[in-house]
């Protein structure tokens, strides 16, 4: 599995380490993308132009108003406006803002509005040591000191590559800014001048200002009748002195129990690791009042958060204690408190996040989360989950991320800046993400990668958002087949609706790729688009850093823009380096900064269909040649008018043939390796779930996302099985929590010569849930559906599916370890072993780096002969020659592990497509391993391809 907070943000990497001064010359590691070269110099930007407040009717509704630094009375310099990446103005909002290096230098705000808060985006240098520095700059009101405001670099200055370090001799440094917030103690009416002033230099020498967050907080909540009080009740300390986080975790654990809400009353509360929710309420006197923080003192991958129950065999897949199992959690509500956390490092194995688990049924609501890896990871499967009316702030990694199954969920309403990798992602690895949406967002500064993204899926929605100032290594919206686990059933897949939304200053310079990403970008890395239907409508595209629209590595199709303003673009309207099929109807493009408005170096192979009303972005001659140096601030100084939608949002139809459960969210009691549960509703009866061996009863359950109309359901194993009978019983649910047998328990006999095949007919009635409990298996130990499918009065298909033979059956003749299980001693962020069974050159396992000895090993399920070991990096020229250092050792038992060939150096070298063949000692053997002692490209065992034969 991959690590929990992932480098959404790049390609696969060609392993060279190169500061600012070598970027130019990295190569580009995707094989897809036209390498052309640097052209010129870049040309002087000004203004920085729009806020992200400026877009009515769009994004989130926010209880602040904002003020630019560089828009107000100063004594300190203005910077920028620059959009390079590793320099201060370019994480900037609006990329600018005021430097303050002398005493009683400051930056004036006039309130427009009663305030008796503020936040305040900043930044100070780093120490030598990387460890930060502290200081303090002063809050005065009409001249008056209010109090010294304690500010920190602790939390920004990262160094490096992904996934960063705190070594200031590093190269590329960012992450500089931070934000810090304080109450006045008093209402200061609107006109009153705010100043924060530095009144000394010793701490700090500079003091970088980019804007403040003025608003009025209304008075703590009041504590409800009838509620579990975490400190009156269990003793919970409110100073924050000790931790309280078994205080914490008994008050919730009583709270369900007694069906009660659990009360945080105002207070600072230290928690030195994860409250773990399930069937309760916990809720707070308000973000401001009540706030829980904290961190391990010696154990730092546990730190304050809250998190649901993990599922097993689900998007988890590391430590799991007993009282985290068992997930996903249900019905929870979290609400009107904060987590302000002190996570100063990006490691993605560790879980320090604000929330995190599987939630279903659930909500957060009013929760500010700040200074912690990820706002939000939920790892599923899980379903119904929404976030609202939110804060997610200065995150080293993602603001939220829906990992794995996650089904009918949501974020919604929330403020999202300075995350250090994608503010709002869904990533659809292994099992389909469908029906989500992120839905009046706002998305201010987003350090790395994308502000909107989906990494597959199905019937997303992203609609009503503004984004601002992406800084590096990604756009404004991303629509992918990429990363791990992203392909067939989990790709991108039925009908996405992108609508309403508006993005400023979007996309921006990829350090590893040396061009462009642009504002909307499309990429079809793992696997071509599979006829998906993207709409694109009533969205406003404004001065762009490099390219409004983007496709790039491998072949999309489905895409239609309607309604579209593309105003203000540094180099392209259209940056096309992969060929698709899009029509485009009323999309406009002005103060595009290139002549030639299109670059193309697919020719034919981007398809375009034209309906009526374009403007400004084609040419039947588009430019393929050197990139040019952006032009910066093209775009416009004052919002566009949005005015109504054109097109209404589009509807997906059922499932053709009236399957109800076909990629639909699913659950098991448990999985077998990789045979999981969604394999069940992927509509193919070739992969199919099998639950744990010799652990029965066993149940799996489908969501079919609402309450529909049942009458049968159809169960099927892979065609070519031997005969088996398997006790099955039927029930269904319309809440999923009180279940009606439909069918009980009997024997149901799977046959090959029917196909392997069973019919259930059930009392006709609307059911949400449907669940198959097992009890019994003559043919193997275990529960094993290939396909569950429900329907309402359809006939299901007749045409057989694609089959593979069963378990017992012999192995294809060709590659032994393709798909099977497969273990590594370690693995380094998305890299993960899995990739080298997978069939595709492309994706490729790397190991922790500078920490040989590392060893990957295939199980190949049964002994099977095995006299020739085939080895492959990815082909494309970026991987330079290497010579690894490997050994090949076999075993029957998985225990005892015999030598087959001695460590020695092995080249790939691309010139020869970076494949190694390694004869060994003709034998059977069950478990094949490699391991690596030494790799003069890369400091890590890295394979893309293990491959074992018997010939």
């Known amino acids: 599995m991959a690590d929990h907070t992932t480098p959404h943000h790049r390609p696969p990497r060609p392993r060279v380490r190169a500061g600012l001064a070598a970027l130019a010359a990295t190569a580009l590691a995707a094989a897809s993308v036209t390498v052309v070269a ?50 201060l103005p370019s994480e900037a909002s609006g990329r600018e803002a005021v430097t303050l290096d002398a005493v009683g230098e400051y930056v004036e705000f006039t309130l427009t509005a009663p305030a008796n808060a503020v936040t305040f985006r900043y930044s100070l240098p780093d120490n030598a040591a990387g460890t930060g520095r502290d200081a303090s700059i002063d809050l005065r009101a009409n001249g008056a000191l209010v109090k010294a405001v304690p500010v920190t670099s602790r939390y920004g200055w ?76 269990f003793g919970a300390d409110p100073t924050g002195a000790t931790d309280s986080t078994a205080k914490f975790q008994a008050a919730v654990d009583a709270g369900k129990a007694q069906g009660r809400a659990v009360w945080i009353p105002a207070g600072t509360f230290t928690l030195w690791d994860h409250v773990v929710v399930d069937g309760v309420t916990l809720r707070g ?83 500010w989360m700040q200074h912690t890896k990820v706002g939000a990871w939920m790892d599923g499967p899980m379903d119904n989950f929404t976030i609202r009316n939110s804060r997610i702030l200065d995150q080293t990694a993602d603001g939220v991320n829906f990992h794995w199954g996650v089904t009918n969920s949501t974020v919604t309403n929330t403020f999202v800046r300075n995350t250090g990798d994608d503010a709002l992602a869904m990533w659809a690895q292994t099992v389909p993400n469908v029906n989500n949406s992120f839905t009046f967002n706002t998305i201010g500064v987003t350090i790395l990668a994308n502000h909107l993204v989906s990494y597959g899926g199905r019937d997303i929605k992203i609609t009503d958002n503004v984004t601002a100032d992406s800084v590096t290594n990604g756009g404004g919206i991303h629509v992918a087949n990429r990363y791990p686990g992203v392909q067939g059933p989990t790709a991108v897949l039925g009908t996405w609706t992108i609508a309403r939304n508006t993005l400023i200053r979007n996309g921006n310079s990829d350090y590893n790729w040396r061009f462009g990403v642009g504002a909307i970008w499309f990429s079809a890395l793992n696997e071509a688009f599979q006829n998906p239907t993207i709409n694109i409508t009533d969205t406003d595209i404004l001065d762009s850093s490099y390219a409004a629209l983007h496709w790039i590595e491998g072949q999309t199709n489905g895409i239609n823009l309607n309604n579209v303003r593309i105003d203000g673009a540094g180099t392209y309207a259209l940056q096309v380096q992969a060929a698709s099929q899009v029509s485009f109807t009323n999309v406009r493009a002005t103060r595009i900064a290139q002549a030639n408005p299109m670059h193309n170096c697919v020719g034919s192979g981007f398809q375009i269909t034209q309906g009526a009303g374009n403007s400004g972005w084609y040419t039947a001659t588009p430019y393929c040649g050197p990139w040019p140096e952006p032009q910066w601030g093209t775009g416009p100084t004052t919002p566009p008018t949005t005015g109504n939608p054109t097109t209404p949002p589009p509807t997906t139809p059922p499932p053709s043939d009236g399957n ?52 049968r359901v159809v169960l099927k194993l892979p065609a070519g099985w031997e005969r088996r009978t398997q006790t ?15 069918a009980a328990a009997a024997g149901r006999t799977f046959d090959p010569a029917s196909g392997n095949t069973v019919s259930i007919s059930v009392p006709a009635g609307d059911r949400r849930f449907v669940r198959l409990t097992v009890t019994g298996n003559t043919g193997w130990p275990a529960a094993q559906l290939a396909e569950f499918e429900v329907y309402g009065g359809s006939t299901p298909p007749t045409t057989p599916p694609p089959t593979t033979p069963p378990p017992t059956t012999a192995p294809p003749t060709g590659n032994l370890a393709a798909g099977r299980p497969v273990a590594a001693t370690s693995h380094a962020d998305v890299y993960v072993a899995t990739n080298v069974v997978d069939g595709n050159p492309n994706t490729y396992w790397e190991s922790a780096n500078n920490a040989f000895p590392q060893s990957v090993t295939v199980d190949l399920g049964t002994a099977r002969p095995v006299s020739r070991i085939v080895l492959k990096l990815p082909p494309s020229s970026a991987w330079q020659t290497r010579t690894q250092t490997i050994a090949v050792l076999g075993s029957t038992d998985g225990a005892s592990y015999t030598t087959l060939k001695a460590s020695a150096g092995h080249t790939f070298d691309p010139a ?17 391993r490699l391991t690596v002692t030494g790799n003069t490209g890369w400091p890590a065992g890295q394979l893309a391809e293990f491959e074992v034969y018997a010939t």
């Open 158 to 233: 990262y160094y490096g590559g992904y996934p960063f370090n705190n070594n200031p001799g590093d190269t590329n440094p960012h992450h500089f800014y931070d934000e810090t917030r304080t109450l006045f103690g008093t209402t200061y009416p609107a006109g009153t001048k705010i100043r924060l002033q530095v009144s000394s230099t010793a701490q700090s020498p500079t003091f970088t200002v980019d804007l403040a967050d003025f608003e009025l907080v209304g008075a703590p909540i009041a504590k409800p009748a009838g509620v579990l009080d975490v400190v009156t009740d």
């Open 912 to 928: 020869s497509g970076n494949t190694v063949s390694i004869s060994v000692p003709a034998g059977d053997r069950r478990f094949v």
């Open 38 to 87: 640097l052209t010129s110099t870049a040309t002087p930007a000004r203004a920085a132009g729009l806020s992200p407040f400026d877009i009515p009717g769009r994004g989130a509704t926010v209880p602040f108003v904002e003020h630019e630094a560089e828009e107000v009375a100063h004594t300190g310099t203005r910077i920028g406006p620059d959009r390079h990446y590793g320099t």
């Open 660 to 711: 109800l459960a076909r990629g639909r969210a699913v659950t098991a009691t448990s999985s077998n390796q990789t045979y999981v549960p969604a394999n069940a509703v992927d509509g193919n009866a070739g992969s199919y779930w099998e639950s744990a061996n010799n652990a029965f009863p066993q149940s799996v359950t489908v969501d079919l996302g609402a309450a529909r109309h049942v009458d």
């Open 285 to 367: 006197a308000g973000p401001w009042y009540s706030v829980l923080g904290g961190r391990h003192p010696t154990d730092r991958k546990r730190a304050a958060g809250i998190y649901g129950k993990y599922v097993p065999g689900g998007g988890y897949s590391g430590e799991i204690r007993p009282h985290e199992a068992g997930g996903p959690s249900r019905n929870v509500t979290l609400r009107d408190f904060a987590i302000i956390g002190d996570i100063r490092e990006r490691v993605d194995e560790d879980q320090v996040n604000a929330i995190g688990g599987a939630m279903s049924n659930s909500v957060v609501d009013n929760v």
């Open 728 to 742: 099955v019983a039927v029930a269904g649910s319309t809440d999923g929590a009180s279940y009606t047998t439909l």
